[in-house]
């Protein structure tokens, strides 16, 4: 949709929209919210979640407009409903109907059993005017994290892997051969650790951390470090690995114990399937897990039909032989290209 097709609902929507994502990374498990205050078409006050535990966008949006007796005339724009129960902050439901606006336009629902429709009803029941629906599908897409975890009760999951273009993930490795081996360009690697940033958890099986050694932190781009996880049934690896580093909490599913120790947290479970593993995930609150490998870990979330989005990055090199990349089984919804390489993206509908 292009700017010139909107009306003008739509295109204070989009303001909202825009001003939701300067949340990226920083407002889970909360939803990324944008909110503009209106008065005769013209934009007084606007702001967003910034950061978990903090104001909501409508806080900020009214704290930003100089002349506060404009908001009685005035119209609010929200990408999500306004919430109605007490969190960390109050209701804002409650301090739109206090500041007496006179109507309200809102991008989508929010799905969260404590809201639901319920921020929309009291302010209908104030006599606000509501209007719903407004740029819905954008508004459900960015939020499709937090909009996944309470409609279907998991994490949103993203796989990520590179291959050649003759459909390797790792070359052969004689004697068992440790490193990583760069299928990708360097300007890639910024790109995935920003997509690591903008996640709330990162997992690899176990194998991957042998190989690999991997950080699973991000360094080549600002941002946060997601909660790395491993799965690591029998608890076969060594405390040395840079997995196990301070840079960030850790979390080792396994079949054999749980306990703590500084910033690293093993987790028995029944099982390490990816359904247990997933509803150990939604119990704690954590919004989306981002798959990195290796091959089998990546395979059993496409076979159990439990992700969500793949992007899968393909270098400019052959390998002709080695570890078998995952089969996703359809066609990219789409590609692009990066630096040396293509990168695809895939969708569960």
Not at 127 to 149: A, D, M, Q, W
Not at 312 to 334: E, F, Y
């Amino acid at each position: 949709m292009y700017l010139w097709d909107m009306n003008t609902d739509e295109l204070f929507m989009q303001r909202c929209l825009d001003l939701a994502t300067l949340g990226m990374g920083h407002v889970a498990p909360n939803p990324m919210v944008g909110a503009v205050i209106v008065h005769n078409g013209k934009i007084i006050g606007e702001g967003f979640h910034e950061q978990f535990g903090k104001a909501h966008a409508e806080v900020n949006a009214i704290l930003a407009v100089e002349d506060k007796s404009l908001l009685c005339e005035s119209t609010i724009y929200v990408s999500l409903e306004p919430c109605s129960h007490h969190g960390k902050t109050p209701p804002c439901a409650d301090l739109i109907i206090d500041n007496n606006f006179k109507r309200v336009v809102v991008g989508c629902l929010d799905p969260n059993e404590k809201v639901k429709g319920r921020g929309i009803e009291r302010l209908k029941k104030a006599g606000i005017e509501v209007s719903t629906g407004v740029l819905e599908h954008f508004c459900r897409n960015l939020n499709k994290r937090f909009i996944t975890y309470h409609e279907r009760k998991r994490p949103y999951v993203i796989l990520k892997w590179a291959q050649s273009p003759d459909g390797f993930l790792d070359v052969s490795r004689p004697n068992n051969e440790k490193g990583i081996h760069w299928i990708s360009s360097p300007e890639t690697k910024v790109l995935v650790h920003k997509w690591r940033s903008e996640e709330q958890s990162i997992l690899v099986g176990r194998k991957a951390v042998e190989t690999d050694n991997p950080s699973l932190t991000v360094r080549e781009f600002s941002g946060n470090n997601p909660t790395r996880l491993i799965i690591d049934s029998q608890l076969q690896l060594p405390i040395d690995k840079n997995i196990f580093s301070d840079e960030a909490p850790t979390i080792v599913f396994n079949r054999l114990r749980s306990r703590t120790e500084g910033n690293i947290e093993w987790v028995k479970l029944p099982e390490t399937s990816t359904e247990v593993i997933l509803e150990e995930l939604y119990k704690r609150n954590i919004l989306s897990v981002f798959v990195e490998g290796g091959s089998r870990t990546l395979q059993y979330f496409i076979f159990d039909n439990v992700w969500d989005e793949a992007r899968v990055i393909v270098g400019p090199s052959k390998l002709l032989d080695g570890t078998k990349a995952p089969i996703i089984g359809k066609t990219p919804d789409h590609s692009f290209s990066f630096s040396k390489d293509m990168i695809h993206y895939y969708y569960r509908k």
